[in-house]
């Protein structure tokens, strides 16, 4: 089962939706996956960057789902077992999305082209999904965070000694999977169950009669005469 690749997965794959989009539209611009501070873009304008700037851990069970998550698996010899594992972290991933060059209005068409990539594709599955963390079946959701505004901005940015840039807010939600197994047992298929009739035993077996469980033979009562 996948453990701690899924952080460093989910920002894989959003980043390839955003180098497609990219590719697409047949621009000169690069996305990046990195820090978004002044040096950086300087060297790699024209760009798209995207930057994870805050992670919120939680815990959730959904839906008709245990507390433990079990997996099924089969060993070297064919056995089938069912694995019990850790609760699951739940994670709201918050990233920002800027772009850079040196001619606004370019800029500007940069970061259009990362924004509609996203509003195109609301939902990553199968083959948009990239790396080992995520299980067949997985979705990856991807939304418009209304709480990133200029004060978050003027945070993040402040923190690399820049003021505030143009950006939009998304959030993503995964899970981190606990590598700690609690327990495993063998998947059975199939059930047999014999059933020993003590008047009627199984062909070459000892006899009711020796059992002292002879049935006696049934008394035929007439039916009452009209």
């Known amino acids: 089962?996948?453990?701690?690749?899924?952080?460093r997965d989910v920002g894989q794959s959003l980043l390839?939706?955003?180098r497609a989009e990219l590719q697409a539209a047949r621009s000169?611009?690069?996305a990046h996956l990195a820090t978004p501070n002044a040096e950086f873009l300087r060297k790699n304008s024209p760009c798209l960057v995207l930057y994870l700037y805050d992670l919120r851990p939680s815990?959730?069970?959904r839906t008709n789902e245990n507390w433990?998550?079990?997996?099924?698996?089969?060993?070297?010899?064919?056995?089938t077992y069912v694995v019990r594992y850790g609760r699951p972290l739940d994670m709201s991933l918050h990233y920002l999305l800027t772009a850079s060059s040196d001619e606004l209005g370019e800029e500007h068409e940069i970061l259009a082209l990362g924004m509609k990539a996203f509003l195109d594709r609301p939902k990553l599955s199968g083959d948009g999904l990239i790396g080992d963390s995520f299980m067949k079946g997985d979705v990856l959701p991807i939304a418009n965070d209304d709480?990133?505004?200029l004060q978050v901005?003027?945070?993040?940015f402040g923190g690399f000694g820049q003021g505030p840039r143009l950006s939009?807010?998304?959030r993503a939600e995964a899970r981190l999977f606990s590598g700690k197994e609690l327990g495993r047992s063998r998947r059975v298929r199939e059930r047999h169950i014999d059933v020993f009739d003590q008047l009627r035993p199984p062909p070459g077996s000892v006899s009711a009669k020796e059992l002292g469980v002879e049935a006696k033979p049934p008394k035929i009562v007439a039916p009452p005469k009209r």
């Open 1 to 7: 089962m996948p453990k701690h690749q899924v952080i």
């Open 168 to 170: 939009v807010g998304y």
């Open 59 to 61: 815990f959730e069970v």
């Open 16 to 18: 390839g939706v955003l």
């Open 147 to 149: 709480a990133y505004d």
């Open 28 to 30: 000169k611009a690069k």
């Open 153 to 156: 901005a003027s945070t993040v």
């Open 68 to 79: 433990h998550l079990e997996e099924e698996i089969t060993d070297d010899k064919g056995e």
